[in-house]
């Protein structure tokens, strides 16, 4: 059992139902944003999306009322790229997705090309192509290894869902017979690269997330304490048809303004 006694040093957060819903702030998210900078608490947020880079991201974020250093925001694409820079630096992937993967993987030598990569690395995006894809599926065919961002299946829109990584992962993967090894939440790899970034230990580290089944799980995997937020996804109600609970359950980040160094008092 976590001991939920010992001191908070430092926060991983998701952005998508935590600190912004559909482009817009959730009220309160500024103001604990802002207590962690006062205080000098150091905290990543986290997202699956891999479509934009750091700094696109920054730009959308500060459009909302949020303003978060480039280097405070970590997503499935660059954990993507920290993996693979560890398991083969210097190598080659055909990628499909967006600048914010295909910029990661620059920015650490790799070199892109359909011409026997070593990886086939698939992203988010909303334009994929059946060549693209046919590419894919012949490469991975021919040996090349199978790299996901993430799992998740769906993404939002203001017109309703949208196929997202998963969804392609499963189409090429019925095609080559092939799963993809998958970096982004609930893998706790991502959690741990990002407590890496940050100079973080787990025991001291809070997840906050809105969604039971990727931010808790990920977190509790990695031996975080964890903090679920009902202003997303997952209510108090759904939270309890899973086999695992977080730390503390609250309405929004709101709640923790005044408590960040120990919100399991409240």
């Known amino acids: 059992m976590t001991n939920t006694n010992e001191p ?15 482009n817009h702030l ?22 699956n999306n891999s479509i934009y880079t750091a700094r696109d991201l920054q730009a959308r ?3 909302t009322g949020l303003d978060i250093p480039v280097e405070s925001i970590w997503t499935s694409a660059l954990a993507t790229a920290t993996f ?4 083969r630096p210097g190598g080659t992937a055909y990628v ?22 070593d990886y086939v690395v698939l992203g988010e995006t909303r334009t994929y192509s059946f ?19 993430n799992p998740d299946a769906t993404g939002p829109s203001r017109e309703g869902i949208l196929p997202a990584t998963g969804s392609v992962a499963a189409l090429i993967t019925r095609a080559t017979g092939r799963e993809p090894y998958y970096v982004g939440k609930p893998n706790p790899l991502m959690m741990r690269s990002a407590l890496r970034r940050i100079g973080a230990h787990s025991q001291s580290t ?24 009902t202003s997303g996804i997952s209510g108090r109600t759904t939270a309890e048809n899973f086999p695992f609970r977080p730390t503390l359950t609250i309405d929004s980040v709101a709640d923790l303004v ?6 399991f008092d409240l």
């Open 206 to 229: 809070v997840m906050i997330g809105d969604r039971m089944d990727t931010d808790v799980i990920s977190g509790l995997e990695a031996g975080l304490r964890t903090i679920l937020v």
């Open 96 to 117: 499909v997705g967006e600048s914010g993967l295909t910029t990661a993987l620059h920015e650490i030598g790799y070199v892109l090309t359909d011409s026997d990569p």
């Open 8 to 22: 908070i040093l430092s926060y991983l957060t998701d952005m998508d139902g935590v600190l912004v819903h559909e």
């Open 26 to 47: 959730i009220p309160g998210a500024d103001k604990f944003l802002a207590e962690l900078r006062t205080n000098d608490i150091p905290f990543l947020v986290l997202t």
């Open 84 to 87: 693979l820079n560890d398991q």
């Open 258 to 263: 005044g408590h960040t160094r120990a919100p």
């Open 61 to 63: 974020l500060r459009h």
């Open 131 to 149: 060549e693209a894809i046919t590419t894919a599926i012949r490469l991975i065919t021919a040996g090349a290894r199978f790299i996901a961002t």
